[in-house]
């Protein structure tokens, strides 16, 4: 390839022309949402325009005791605007650290600049491993680019001058000078986005797909519920319309999970700035629940297992016409002039520092598909790269030696002379080989440990690498990798449906060029696993985004540290451990938040139906329901969801949540419906009867609260006598406010009867849960014969019964 020219560039006066026009490639990329996103998050919402309304209703009742409510939607509200813009504010700063650079020419001086800061016909330059930050056109020079992230189809495409470059795409190898073309929103990539977005969604994490299940079903289902039970109240039962309507709205928003979305949100944002104090950047938060759920982690070699850089061991002359000297003076001919200087290239110019003085006249950048790199040295074309491919029928001669190195955990590389210079294609014809050169990467400082770790915890490991598959099992025993002697060379594949095989039997995956990593990756993911993939290359960056969650090395390209999920900014792969950990409390304690949640939604539901099928008015006030939320749910959620918990995700979210929830949502509604019934039947001052029931649903909530803690430690405990304690207090001093009546002796006796109840109520109805819960895990594991098996048991112990 020529020497690059260097064209003129804009001016200082062009710049600020075009910043002007508005021509300047700013894109609303960002990983946070913006100010305006999240004040319509919190505010703009479905359930806050229902509370809105019912809040109407009460003031045309002038039941204004019961707004009490709209206040707690406010500071729910306020709360998570304030902890996302916190979040916000540190997580754009550190994108802006962590944002790509470019060089441009301007006032005819080379300077770097943020990719958002190129205006249209900016001169810029580009070489292997960026990605292209907005549409442009060679000048001078040539890239192989990769263009998969735009139109899906993964092969490496040449670029001369003259041919436009798309933005998004990844330069493989070569460089360039190129004229901007379009910027922004006008750029190919970010009208695809926006074509994106209007024919789909964007795809959501478990734990939002479930609570959006939820929250559609109660949406939907309080509608008809609430006319129902208002004009059941007003029209039959003979209810004033201030107790209609004071009924109705108890039983509605009791219904609705108000802050259970809102304290996820705050959840996942705290968790990314606690993440970002370990140098961790997340570009999409719902990845923290991904790796969270992550049961095979596939790594690079180079870069995660090993360190980045490498060193040169040896290397052994193959032919007879040359000396050591001469030889070495090739290879440092090559690798010295050679303009882009990959890990390989650096360590061998390290290595071989005396060059013969042979010219540059063309070069070919390495290709990750075909593993070598070439270049013409005074009319002699030499190539660079993986044995296999470099040296042809000839491998069988070295075979022994190359396999040597590889079993003690070296990367070998082999030098050949052709007879033309390849240009990104198989290679072809004889060559004369030259040197092999032998290469390692020291492990990483804490790999050993860090993969002990995903070991105990169930995580299967998957290393995919380009290099001899020998050598990668090498490594990956020395890391403590399990099954490291399971290794493949995928190159010896010829059909995807053996690669699809292959993905379940091995552990080392080598001689994996990029589509085939992509396929692997996908073939884990169609077999039922949830995947994380981590990289550091361009090589990398399909598979990447084929994995449920990708992690990049900053040290690594800045294409692949842009199209991951999460980035290790200080290229730690020992971060990984607290990264799973820090998912695994997010999830674990959101579950334990939404079940109390749902605890009030499921008694709701169903006292209001019962209260529609025997015609009774709804025993429960607004401000009541208010203050059980609040002690029992509000203040427990937030503080159960933010301490520490790294117990392994078993089963789904949602399951999960009903699973805790039904029995004591349950519990609630025998309890109470039992006690509004005998309160009936001794005619007991509907006053009084609300009074009661909301002193059992409070015991009740404040016991489930007790079983979620599962472990509670002293923190837990002191917890609960406070929530316990300040329920206290508003029961005694602010109970006209709460709607809080003084009790006859009879309604106090009544009352103390359930409340004694509750506790076998719950712990029978829990038991009778986590049976069907197993049962139900049987029969969906075993299919037709575990159904046989389960009801040939029912019926033997029916009969032994008998």
Same mark, same amino acid.
């Given at each position: ?19 002007? !026009? ?18 319509k998050s919190n505010l703009l919402t479905y359930f806050n325009l229902v509370f809105v309304i019912l809040g ?63 205006? +249209? ?176 982690? /596939? ?64 070069y070919t950048g390495f290709s990750s598909k075909y593993k070598y790199s070439a270049a013409t040295l005074d009319?002699?074309? %030499?190539v660079l790269g993986a044995p296999e491919y470099v040296l042809g029928a000839q491998l069988s001669k070295y ?27 198989? $290679? ?32 299967? &490991?998957?290393? &995919? ?32 449906? +053996? ?16 589509? *085939? ?31 449920? /969650? ?30 799973? !950990? ?8 959101? *579950? ?45 959620? %937030? &503080?159960?969801? $933010? ?33 509004? $019934?005998? /309160? ?7 006053? /009084? ?62 009352? %103390? ?50």
């Amino acid at each position: 390839m020529d020497s690059i020219k260097k064209p003129r560039g804009l001016t200082l006066q062009e710049v600020n022309a075009r910043i002007q !026009a508005g021509k300047v490639n700013y894109r609303n990329v960002s990983g946070t949402k913006s100010v305006k996103e999240i004040l319509k998050s919190n505010l703009l919402t479905y359930f806050n325009l229902v509370f809105v309304i019912l809040g109407v209703l009460l003031v045309l009742a002038r039941s204004y005791r019961d707004l009490t409510f709209i206040g707690v939607i406010a500071a729910n509200a306020l709360i998570g605007i304030v902890q996302e813009l916190h979040s916000k504010k540190i997580l754009d700063r550190m994108s802006i650290v962590s944002q790509p650079r470019v060089k441009v020419v301007r006032d005819e001086k080379e300077m770097v600049i943020p990719s958002d800061e190129i205006v +249209a016909d900016d001169l810029i330059y580009l070489s292997g491993g960026m990605q292209i930050p907005a549409d442009c056109v060679v000048l001078e020079g040539e890239l192989h680019v990769n263009e998969s992230m735009l139109t899906g189809e993964s092969d490496e495409i040449e670029k001369v001058r003259g041919k436009e470059l798309l933005s998004g795409s990844i330069v493989i190898s070569g460089s360039c000078s190129a004229r901007v073309k379009h910027v922004g929103m006008d750029s190919y990539a970010s009208r695809l986005m926006q074509q994106a977005t209007k024919m789909k969604t964007r795809e959501q994490s478990e734990i939002f797909r479930s609570l959006n299940s939820m929250l559609k079903f109660f949406g939907i289902i309080i509608i008809p519920i609430g006319i129902i039970l208002f004009v059941q109240q007003y029209v039959y039962s003979d209810a004033s319309f201030s107790d209609a309507v004071t009924g109705m709205v108890a039983a509605l928003i009791g219904m609705i999970p108000e802050g259970i979305y809102l304290l996820t949100s705050t959840a996942l944002a705290v968790s990314a700035v606690r993440l970002s104090s370990q140098k961790v950047l997340v570009h999409d938060l719902k990845c923290i629940e991904t790796l969270a759920r992550v049961n095979i982690l /596939c790594v690079d070699k180079t870069g995660t297992i090993t360190e980045k850089e490498m060193k040169v061991e040896t290397f052994l002359p193959l032919t007879d016409h040359l000396s050591q000297e001469q030889t070495a003076g090739i290879i440092a001919d090559f690798a010295g002039n050679m303009p882009e200087a990959n890990d390989t290239l650096q360590a061998m110019r390290a290595a071989f520092d005396i060059p013969d003085g042979r010219k540059l006249s063309a070069y070919t950048g390495f290709s990750s598909k075909y593993k070598y790199s070439a270049a013409t040295l005074d009319a002699e074309h %030499f190539v660079l790269g993986a044995p296999e491919y470099v040296l042809g029928a000839q491998l069988s001669k070295y075979q022994n030696e190359i396999a040597d190195f590889a079993a003690e955990g070296c990367r070998v590389v082999a030098l050949a002379r052709y007879p033309y210079l390849p240009k990104g294609e198989v $290679l072809s014809g004889e060559c004369d080989p030259i040197a092999l050169v032998v290469l390692r990467n020291p492990i990483r400082k804490g790999a050993k440990k860090t993969f002990e770790y995903f070991r105990r915890q169930g995580v299967q &490991i998957r290393v &995919i690498s380009g290099d001899n598959p020998e050598t990668v099992s090498s490594i990956a025993a020395q890391a403590g990798i399990p099954n490291a002697s399971m290794c493949i060379d995928v190159s010896q594949i010829r059909s995807d449906e +053996a690669l699809i095989k292959a993905a379940g039997k091995y552990t080392v995956f080598g001689r994996v060029n990029p589509e *085939q990593k992509k396929l692997l990756v996908k073939a884990m993911r169609d077999a039922g696993n949830t995947v994380a993939m981590t990289g550091d290359g361009v090589n990398d960056i399909i598979a990447m985004k084929e994995a449920d /969650c990708s992690v990049a090395m900053a040290s690594g390209s800045e294409a692949a540290s842009q199209a991951a999920q999460l980035v290790l900014l200080d290229s730690d792969f020992a971060h990984m451990p607290s990264i799973v !950990a820090e998912g695994r409390r997010v999830v674990n304690n959101i *579950q334990r938040a939404a079940s109390l949640y749902l605890v009030k939604n499921i008694f709701s539901l169903c006292l209001a139906v019962f209260s529609m099928i025997l015609m009774l008015n709804y025993p429960l006030e607004p401000s009541q329901v208010s203050l059980i939320s609040m002690f029992t749910i509000g203040i427990p959620s %937030f &503080i159960l969801a $933010l301490e520490p918990n790294t117990s392994r995700i078993r089963g789904h979210f949602l399951s999960n949540v009903v699973s805790k929830a039904l029995p004591a949502g349950l519990t609630d509604f025998l309890t109470v419906s039992g006690l509004v $019934l005998f /309160c009936r039947e001794f005619e007991v001052e509907p006053t /009084c009867v609300s009074t009661a029931c909301s002193i059992v649903v409070a015991i009740v909530g404040f016991m489930i609260v007790y079983h979620i803690m599962e472990k509670a430690t002293v923190k837990h405990l002191a917890m609960l006598l406070g929530i316990i304690a300040g329920w206290i207090v508003c029961l005694i001093y602010f109970s006209s406010f709460f709607g809080i009546e003084s009790l006859t002796q009879q309604t106090a006796m009544l009352t %103390f009867v359930f409340c004694l109840l509750t506790e076998p109520v719950l712990r029978y109805a829990s038991l009778l849960g986590r049976k069907c819960k197993e049962d139900i895990r049987v029969l969906r594991q075993g299919g037709v014969s575990a159904l046989m098996v389960f009801l040939g048991r029912r019926f033997h112990r029916f009969i032994e019964k008998e």
